[in-house]
């Protein structure tokens, strides 16, 4: 709607005073008198209907309607409000005029209702209360940060940038001076841990503090901005707003590949992308022209929606939740603003409508489906589906070209062994019909002896197959012995049965929905008598009625512990498989068949009940085809085409030099196959665009008013430059038009609360009315304009902070500024507050030595409890602690399961990333001590770290030591008197070690000792170790 | 003027003496040097008792979680007409705007296999299944119109808790932490105990949400350390362990001293709660010590892990102060074969629910705790022949959102009392319906909270555990 007031009257009074003091009428009805709240009532009605054109972008008819003081001042030709005479104001006359008439306003949109004429004429007859404390209409937030002139200060020459003019001159308002620089070491982990998140090392402390270089700091902040670890620091608290996790969320929880978008944040923050080619890539890379591949894989910001793919969910519904997330998250990454109220009604106090949220929400709604049904007909059917896109890997490329290469080789000597096997061969058939007269023989074996290696029961029955009972164990290894008395078998049959009594009949044992079962080795082995060597029998081909891909029948046999036979799918109905022997097999009187049935794929794929068949005779016979025996029956050259084409196949699958390039073949498809490049989530617009409504109440079943992909009325244009509707990729350019009032003063703001612990307005999460107000608002919008004239630059806002003197003030508190500012939200002292969770992981093992500075690549373990991952509903996973080095990477590159978050960091205020968040709390709990002390992952670091200090100061005296600790873990030499302490903790540690040398073998436990050191002394100095890892100082930017 | 440094130690020392048995938190303290009394909510030590809004019914609350959804209609709600009309098509009118999780096509009325009685004074209907349970009859206020908004689990298992059906709120629990602090320092405030898996929502169930982490559930496991790194390392002995602590004690000390953070003074107290901790947690989960009679009124087993067990261990919570203590039990979602499972899973947890009123009552502590029983939604009045996988199956009951049970007994609940009605096959209430919102404002008020006022600013919205809606049920309360 656009209102525009050429204005006429003339002038009269003006006059705003106190409200009236009626209330309602007797039927709850307003009576004309009833009091009108500014606030809520007239205020929202001026922004939704007028400022448009009449605020502070526009002022038709010099007129503005968002301020006080001008609005009651009227336009160009004069007042057009005239305090208690609705009759005299030119505003009543125009809203009033009928619709279509040249001058009725808003001249564009819909006229004002009834209602809303009676609200403003009852409102200028009540003498048009408009609060001093309201005197902006539009919220400060939303018109357009300009860059302020530098306020004067007395103190001049302490300031090193605009920032601290800024800050110094709230200091002297407030009769407050800055506190001095923070010492040396202070300064160097201060901002080493800000700009990369990893204390510095003793060598970098004395490096800086023997450089006595006037520009040393800002050498050493250039130094720390080009670090490859500044994007794994500052990915951290953006993964927070983008709601990265690994896995779905909800109840089926399993995991999705989207680390590719985690390593895209930290490429692009470490290339410091400006921060709008950041936003457009994000939000829209997909829809750049020719876009890149990582432009694509920056769009996985919406993919980390968590997605709902419980069995029994409405996919819809799923699709729908899906986008208010992103829209939800847009307003607060972006907007720094609530958006959510707007899904039921339009926003109590910011002035956001339904309409404005459903525009935004249109924006989303054309991306494809990730999460429906497999069939339409089965509710339990829901599959996670959505765009995954492949990525390419030059590494990865030339191994699957060689491979290739490989493959084509293979193929074409399988054509020429086919072409000789063309050839007719009259030794070959004689043999093969002398063998389909020898028929063989099926005999169920009769089971002597059954084995579980998991303890499971069992149960022979009649039918001689043996049914699995009690608990399923993840794996098992069934041994089963019969002593059958035959000679001359040429084969085993196994079969896999299905039962009642089995989870969704079997033939598996893991759940109903899947009983699959995986079996890696059958082996047999015959004993001659009781009690002799017993002879290992060797298969020399399987077959099976069905193989699951990739789990063929022949990985039962071969010795590859990997393979395996499994049959997904074809789950709930029986199968069986045939292992061939090398040569025939005897088995009488007093010997005995011992079968080994190896089943590790853990979650109880194991088979839960079975048959075990010997077969003698000619084995090949039972498998030879009618089609074949008939074909044979027949003269070679008078064969049809069919019966050649059956006869060669026979043959082919017969013939040892064929089988062996055939198999060769299936092993390099399988190498290549699983090395196929990683894949990401990405997003992508369908063909078919959906319909786009405003939902009434919120609910997508009940679609009201049809809307377009709209921007908020409040806010700056959006111009799509045309006439075709805009797009995701308008939406992303609109946020970081220059004109728009949030994105650069809410981002800046985070930044800001990064490194001081709170922000210049301390709700990062909302910049609206009810947010709290700047306590700097000047340095915010300065910081804002800087941030946007030098091209969206993040490296420059952080490094423009940190050189400012504000920053390296000392952090120590002194009461007149604990009593004066105890929030420090006038600055006039440093920093000082607790890390984040994934810092004080960072931190621990960075001390102890141990930390490994790899990035990059899908999620890594570290060490957690048993037990914190079962749960019901999704795939089972087992948890794996990662090998090698890769278990202390940083913690960025934790595994994050929503449904079960590593504990460690929970207890430090990570979440769950269920949703968008833009600050965590900062607590300080017991759990956080137990934590520390006791986790095995912090247990092992300090382990590390005793034998660092023992290593790295060989041959030195115990002061030396501590001091060395000392200055590792915080940066700084310790005090006489904090050295006293350490020492007397080291020397009553080493009394009771002697006292109980055994107590120290078990605390070192398997932690490697280098040669001269004793378990003893390393036990002693853990103690140390521990307590400079558990200081307040240690987990604190000081 | 006395200086920064001796405040904060004498406040400090104030707390390891033990005096005012408190920690106090950074403005805390701020205000202590300024004698200011005034403080904000997020001022205060966020651990410490806090004065209810109005006079409390209950101190504590117990919550009996079956993960999966019981079937109301098996155990609570009888109705005859459905029994009667057993394996007839549904009338069209009944199924009208309904969703269904899995079930479609034709609809199959199913009534209940298992037989009814009236038990007590009260008269309270209650299915043979519940036979320990019925014997308490008259101390429970069964709910039998509990309606919610979601049909899937684990979104409805959020919505229950945490009023908000797509996680990121903070729980029931969490709130009721937020608003009353603790009366024990050697204990969380807030313990949940399982048995069997976690259910579909994960831990968001107990999670803090958008409120600081010092108000989470903090899970209390059957296996391994009671609590997550509570135990010392193998080869550290507790002696060991303190002389640590008293360095890393005498250490943050001096840096208070030198820098002044009263955050340094609340790390250091809560060190000493861990400390604590690593002695009355192991305490008390060792129920060896009970007597003979006392574990066998629960059907609990010393070293074993079990509902009854929890339930047990409950009891000693309560005992102990502990504010909020919730038993998560899983595997109540029969879709299938219900006539078998369902009296199974009864059979786990029957006789401990009574036990556990029964227990408190003679130690005089029913009065002062709540006990809930209930779970994510209920089941439908159809019968379910077919599973997730479109197979047949041994028919069970579907999810169902608009009528369901639950059951609230001790501090402050009308025992005996049988409230809302729905109509004759049990699908929506006809009379006194009663939303998850109704609930969880009755269950703050209960423990002396305002669901209106209770309330935390987040992302510009002053939040509630109930958003904008919630009645108290005036009529379940004494």
């Not at chain 2, 209907?125 to 069964?142: F, K």
């Not at chain 2, 409120?211 to 790194?229: A, E, H, K, M």
């Not at chain 2, 729905?422 to 002396?448: I, Y």
Request: net charge negative.
């Amino acid at each position: 709607m656009r209102v525009i007031f050429p204005i006429r009257s003339a002038t009269l009074l003006l006059a705003l005073f106190a409200a009236p003091v009626c209330g309602l009428g007797e039927d709850g009805a307003r009576s004309a008198d009833a009091p009108i709240d500014f606030e809520t009532e007239v205020r929202p009605l001026l922004v939704r209907a007028c400022v448009e054109c009449h605020g502070p972008q526009k002022q038709e008819g010099g007129l503005r309607l968002d301020n006080r003081a001008a609005a009651l001042n009227g336009g160009d030709s004069g007042k057009v409000v005239q305090p208690g005479a609705p009759g005299e104001s030119e505003l009543i006359r125009r809203v009033a005029l009928p619709a279509g008439d040249p001058e009725i306003m808003p001249a564009v949109g819909d006229p004002l209702t009834g209602e809303q004429i009676e609200l403003l004429r009852n409102w200028i007859e009540q003498g048009a209360v408009w609060p001093a404390s309201n005197q902006d209409l539009v919220h400060w937030a939303y018109q357009r940060p300009e860059r302020p002139t530098l306020p004067e200060v007395e103190r001049a020459r302490w300031t090193a940038n605009p920032v601290d003019r800024f800050v110094l001159a709230r200091l002297e308002e407030r009769g407050l001076a800055p506190s001095p620089r923070a010492d040396r070491e202070t300064l160097i982990r201060r901002v080493t841990l800000d700009l990369i998140g990893l204390p510095p090392s003793p060598e970098d402390v004395d490096a800086f503090l023997n450089d006595d270089s006037p520009i040393a700091y800002e050498e050493l902040v250039d130094r720390l901005l080009a670090s490859d670890q500044f994007g794994v620091r500052w990915a951290r608290p953006w993964l927070d707003y983008a709601r990265y996790a690994d896995s779905h969320g909800f109840q089926r929880d399993d995991f999705r590949d989207l680390w590719p978008y985690r390593d895209w944040v930290v490429d692009a923050l470490n290339d410091d992308m400006p921060f709008d080619r950041f936003s457009v890539e994000q939000l829209a890379g997909d829809l750049l022209p020719n876009a890149a591949e990582s432009q694509r894989i920056a769009t996985g910001f919406n993919r980390s929606a968590p997605t709902n793919v419980e069995a029994g969910t409405e996919p819809e519904e799923t699709r729908v939740n899906q986008i208010f997330d992103r829209v939800n998250t847009l307003g607060m990454v972006w907007l720094g603003s609530t958006l959510e109220c707007c899904q039921c009604h339009d926003h109590k106090y910011d002035p956001f409508t339904m309409r404005d949220y459903y525009g935004l929400f249109a924006f989303f709604n054309g991306t494809e489906i990730e999460a429906d049904r497999a069939n339409p007909d089965v509710p339990g059917s829901i599959k996670f589906l959505g765009p995954s896109m492949p990525l390419t890997d030059p590494v990865v490329q030339r191994q699957r070209d060689a491979l290739q290469t490989e493959i084509d080789a293979v193929a074409a000597e399988l054509t020429a062994r086919e072409a000789e096997l063309q050839e007719f061969d009259a030794e070959w058939e004689t043999e093969l019909a002398g063998a389909i007269a020898d028929a063989p023989q099926e005999h169920p074996l009769e089971v002597t002896g059954f084995e579980s290696s998991g303890g499971a029961g069992h149960e022979v029955l009649d039918d001689r197959s043996i049914l699995l009972r009690g608990d399923a164990p993840a794996r098992d290894t069934y041994t089963i012995r019969a002593r059958p008395n035959l000679s001359g078998v040429t084969a085993f049959k196994l079969e896999a049965l299905t039962d009642p009594s089995l989870p969704g009949k079997g033939p598996g044992r893991g759940d109903a929905e899947r009983p699959n079962f995986v079996l890696h080795a059958f082996r047999l082995s015959v004993r001659p008598t009781a009690g002799g060597e017993p002879q290992t029998v060797r298969f020399v081909a399987a077959t099976a009625d069905f193989s699951q891909k990739n789990y063929d029948v022949a990985g039962a046999i071969d010795q590859d512990p990997k393979s395996a036979w499994a049959i997904h799918p074809q789950f709930h109905k029986p199968h069986w498989a045939v292992f061939e022997t090398e040569h025939p097999v005897d088995c009488t009187g007093e010997s005995a068949f011992e079968f080994q049935l190896v089943q590790n794929h853990g979650g109880a794929r194991t088979i839960g009940r079975l048959r075990l068949s010997a077969i003698t005779g000619d084995y090949r016979g039972a498998t030879i085809p009618s089609a074949v025996a008939t074909a044979l029956a027949v003269d070679h050259r008078e064969r049809t085409e069919e019966q050649r084409d059956a006869v060669l196949s026979y043959r082919r699958d017969h013939d040892e030099t064929y089988r062996e390039l055939k198999a060769k073949h299936a092993r390099l498809e399988k190498e290549l196959a699983a090395i196929k490049p990683p894949t990401t989530l990405v997003m992508q617009e369908v063909e078919q665009q959906r319909a786009n409504a405003v939902f009434l109440r919120g609910n997508y079943q009940t679609p009201g008013e049809p809307v377009t992909p709209s921007t908020p009325a409040i806010l700056h244009d959006l111009d799509a430059g045309g006439d075709a509707a805009p797009t995701r990729m308008d939406l992303a350019r609109w946020l970081v038009d220059p004109q728009n009032p949030l994105t650069a003063r809410v981002t800046v703001n985070r930044w800001w609360a990064e490194l001081f612990g709170h922000g210049l307005v301390t709700t990062p999460e909302d910049f609206g009315v009810k947010g709290e107000r700047p306590t700097h608002p000047d340095l915010l919008d300065w910081l804002a304009v800087e941030f946007m004239e030098s091209g969206w630059s993040m490296k420059h806002v952080l490094r423009t902070i940190v050189l400012s003197e504000t920053y390296r003030q000392s952090s120590a508190v002194t009461p007149e500024l604990l009593a004066a500012d105890d929030q420090n939200l006038f600055y006039a002292r440093g920093p000082r507050f607790r890390m984040s969770a994934e810092m004080v992981r960072d931190n621990a093992l960075s001390i102890a030595g141990l930390l490994s500075l790899n990035r990059g690549g899908p999620p890594i373990k570290p060490y957690q409890p048993d037990g914190i991952w079962v749960k019901v509903g999704g795939q089972r996973y087992d948890y794996k602690v990662s090998p090698g080095e890769q278990r202390y990477r940083r913690g960025l590159y934790v595994v994050l399961k929503r449904g079960a978050p590593y504990p460690s960091f929970v207890n430090f205020d990570a979440d769950n990333r269920m949703a968008c968040r833009v600050k965590r709390p900062r607590s300080n709990t017991p759990l956080q001590a137990l934590t520390l002390m006791n986790d095995p992952v912090y247990v092992e670091a300090a382990k590390a770290f005793a034998a660092r200090i023992l290593t790295e100061r060989p041959e030195a005296s115990d002061e030396v030591r501590i001091a060395f600790a000392m200055r590792v873990a915080v940066a700084r030499p310790p005090e006489p008197a904090e050295v006293d302490v350490l020492s007397a903790l080291l020397e009553s540690q080493r009394s009771a070690v002697a006292a109980d040398p055994e107590s120290a073998i078990r605390l070192i436990g398997e932690f490697p000792l280098s040669p001269r050191q004793t378990a003893g002394e390393l036990a002693a100095w853990y103690a140390v170790a521990t307590a400079v890892l558990n200081l307040d100082e240690t987990i604190s930017k000081n | 003027m006395i200086s920064l440094e001796q405040t904060l130690l004498q406040a400090t020392r104030r707390q390891f003496l033990g005096r005012s048995g408190v920690c106090l938190g950074a403005a805390a303290l701020a205000s202590l040097l300024r004698e200011d009394s005034s403080l904000r909510a997020a001022d205060r030590d966020p651990r410490a008792a806090r004065p209810a809004m109005s006079p409390p019914r209950a101190k504590h609350v117990i919550y009996l979680h079956m993960i999966g959804a019981p079937s109301q209609l098996d155990l609570f709600t009888h109705r005859p007409e459905l029994s009667a009309r057993d394996g007839e098509e549904c009338p069209e009118s009944f199924l009208e705007g309904r969703r269904f999780a899995f079930i479609g096509g034709k609809m199959t009325l199913a009534g209940s296999p298992f037989r009814f009685s009236r038990h007590g004074e009260s008269g309270q209907e209650i299915s043979e299944l519940l036979p320990h349970l019925s014997g308490v009859a008259d101390e429970l206020a069964i709910v039998r119109t509990l309606h919610t908004e979601e049909i899937n689990h684990a979104p409805a298992q959020m919505f229950l808790h945490t009023g908000f059906g797509r996680g990121g709120r903070p729980s029931f629990g969490s709130w009721v932490n937020y608003g009353l602090g603790t009366e024990n320092q050697n204990l969380p405030a807030y313990v949940v105990m399982l048995s069997g898996p976690l259910g579909g929502a994960g831990t968001s169930v107990w999670s803090n949400g958008f409120l600081p982490s010092v108000y989470q559930g903090v899970q209390f496991r059957s296996s391994g350390d009671p609590v997550l790194f509570l135990s010392n390392p193998d080869g550290q002995s507790d002696a060991d362990r303190r002389r640590i602590f008293d360095a890393v004690k005498s250490l943050n000390e001096r840096r208070l001293a030198l820098v002044g953070d009263p955050e340094i003074a609340t790390r250091i107290s809560q060190y000493e709660m861990a400390y604590r901790m690593q002695t009355s947690v192991p305490d008390l989960m060792d129920i060896a010590h009970e007597t003979k009679q006392t574990i066998d009124l629960y059907g609990a087993q010393p070293g074993g892990a079990s509902f009854a067990n929890n339930c047990l261990l409950a009891r000693r919570l309560v005992e102990r102060g502990v504010r909020i203590i919730e038993l998560y039990d899983a595997d109540w979602d029969h879709h299938s074969n219900i006539r078998k499972s369902l009296p199974e899973k009864c059979e786990q947890v029957d006789r401990a629910m009574a036990a556990l009123i029964a227990d408190l009552k003679q130690r005089g502590l029913l009065d002062e705790t709540l006990i809930v029983w209930g779970s994510e939604f209920g089941r439908t009045p159809l019968r379910q022949g077919v599973n997730g996988e479109g197979n047949s199956t041994n028919p069970g009951r579907d999810h169902h959102k608009d009528a369901y049970c639950t059951w609230l007994a001790g501090g402050g609940v009308k025992g005996g009392v049988s409230y809302g009605e729905t109509d004759e096959f049990g699908f929506s209430p006809v009379d006194k319906p009663v939303h998850v919102h109704d609930l969880n404002a009755t269950l703050l008020h209960l423990l002396g909270l305002d669901h209106e006022r209770l309330t935390f600013k987040y992302q510009g919205r002053e939040f509630r555990l109930t958003d904008v809606h919630g009645e108290v049920l005036h009529d379940l309360i004494v």
